[in-house]
């Protein structure tokens, strides 16, 4: 049984496939880097890029994991985002993060349907799904991913298993990419490695609650006990 | 008084706009739907033409000291039998297009200081609402957005207010409502246009019953989720 993962050449996303592949899991992913950019430290897995603002493209990249055979299940964890004010957001930024954090992943959950079928779906959110100032589209769109999450688990009860999980705030990078200075709040931020450990243990657990927050205390019991294992 | 109302032509909208009328405002609506008054934008469009002519009409209206964004659609029924693009439609409608709109207001300062901005999003906000994972997904993420604004917009001195309204008694609880699903219960919107205009406080909640889901939901959300799955999503099917 395959796993799937979106956003898989950098972030949480990376050390999620790396995480898996470890384990001895068959993987498949996705990532907007092209297969020559992915990081030196990127598994040998069956990988595609892909632009999930672009509708057509998440088409093909469905038909391409539903050629992969049965989920296990698919991570959903991709996302995009800026910090700033909404009045210094651009249309296209706009409708590109919605498209990215929303859109994109109610068009694989349609299109991935069939495949999950006795699996688990994961929906990678964010701790700024309760609003956030600095980032209001981007909190916007978790928000939403969120409320999707809430009907479908309980729309596909018994069937897929789905869960919306919100991590953060993760030290992988994309707060500086997406327009925030660096300050003495990046040394707080959570270890994308045992972030993304964590969240696959979320997801992969026999009984847990549909939506759940990995943030600090999640992420600190979870090494705990890994450390005492 | 000027008020600006997203989907003034029918159902909340409607009743807001004859109720902001009645008390002498100045009433500007926007709808999907053409008529006198009324300028015509479908706010799930991408026509960059049509969004420039609606900064254009903003600024010539505005600017404004109440906005209520009341335009929205749904789809009821299994999330994977509901075509994709009926979702697509739904994300568009009732959360990139508002999006856009505040974005627009933002940029261009069609908000007059000691302004309203009113989200309507929806008791499911509070409660989820399997049978129609999209509609969710679109007002939490309204409700997110208003989250977000509140601090910033309130430096400007502009108040966001984000509206929960359960079933309501307007062609829009017809069109989707299960099959053979009773009217009782659902509010007059005339009584949840009253009481949004009154209120004051940041989530607007408009009836006891509504009130009551919200706080149920708040308490134990897991368990309400599974009681709307049991009302309306097994109805459904």
Not at chain 2, 4 to 22: D, E, F, P, Y
Not at chain 2, 67 to 90: C, M, N, Q, W, Y
Not at chain 2, 187 to 213: C, E, N, Q, T, Y
Request: aromatic content about 6%; some cysteine.
């Amino acid at each position: 049984m395959t796993w799937f993962v979106t956003g898989a050449s950098s972030g949480l996303g990376l050390e999620m496939v790396r995480l898996l592949v470890a384990r001895g899991e068959a993987v498949c992913a996705s990532g907007r880097r092209g297969v020559d950019d992915l990081p030196a430290n990127f598994p040998d897995i069956p990988y595609r890029r892909c632009d999930l603002s672009d509708r057509v493209a998440v088409a093909s990249l469905a038909d391409w994991v539903t050629r992969q055979g049965p989920l296990h299940a698919a991570v959903l964890n991709a996302g995009a985002g800026y910090f700033r004010p909404l009045a210094q957001e651009t249309p296209d930024a706009m409708a590109r993060v919605l498209a990215i954090n929303l859109d994109a992943n109610i068009a694989l959950a349609h299109r991935l349907h069939p495949v999950l079928s006795g699996g688990r779906l994961g929906l990678i959110g964010s701790v700024a799904h309760n609003g956030a100032a600095g980032m209001p589209v981007y909190a916007a769109s978790k928000a939403a991913l969120g409320g999707f999450g809430r009907a479908l688990a309980e729309e596909w009860r018994g069937r897929v298993t789905v869960r919306v999980l919100h991590p953060g705030p993760v030290a992988t990078g994309m707060a500086e990419r997406a327009g925030r200075t660096p300050d003495f709040a990046d040394r707080l931020f959570l270890p994308p490695r045992q972030t993304a450990a964590a969240l696959l243990d979320a997801l992969d657990a026999p009984r847990g609650a549909d939506r759940q927050t990995v943030s600090f205390l999640r992420v600190g019991l979870h090494r705990l006990r890994k450390g005492a294992a | 008084m000027k008020v600006l109302i997203t989907g003034g032509v029918s159902g909340l909208g409607a009743a807001l706009a004859r109720a902001c009328t009645a008390r002498g405002d100045t009433v500007h609506s926007l709808d999907i739907v053409p008529g006198p008054g009324i300028h015509a934008h479908d706010m799930a469009g991408t026509d960059a033409a049509a969004w420039a002519a609606l900064g254009e009409w903003l600024a010539a209206q505005g600017p404004f000291d109440l906005v209520l964004l009341s335009a929205g659609i749904s789809a009821t029924g299994r999330f994977e039998t509901t075509p994709l693009a009926d979702h697509h439609k739904v994300t568009a409608a009732n959360l990139s297009g508002p999006t856009r709109l505040v974005h627009l207001l933002d940029s261009g300062d069609h908000l007059r200081p000691g302004a309203r901005l009113v989200f309507i999003a929806s008791l499911s906000c509070f409660t989820g609402y399997p049978g129609a994972a999209s509609y969710a997904a679109s007002k939490d993420g309204l409700a997110g957005l208003a989250r977000s604004l509140r601090a910033p917009m309130r430096k400007r001195g502009v108040r966001v207010q984000l509206v929960c309204p359960g079933p309501m008694d307007t062609p829009h609880a017809t069109r989707y409502a299960p099959e053979g699903s009773s009217a009782k219960g659902r509010m007059p919107p005339d009584k949840a246009a009253r009481a949004i205009l009154r209120s004051r406080g940041f989530v607007i909640l408009p009836g006891a019953g509504a009130k009551l889901a919200a706080l149920a939901g708040r308490i134990t959300p897991q368990t309400m989720t599974r009681l709307m799955g049991k009302v309306l999503f097994s109805k459904l099917k």
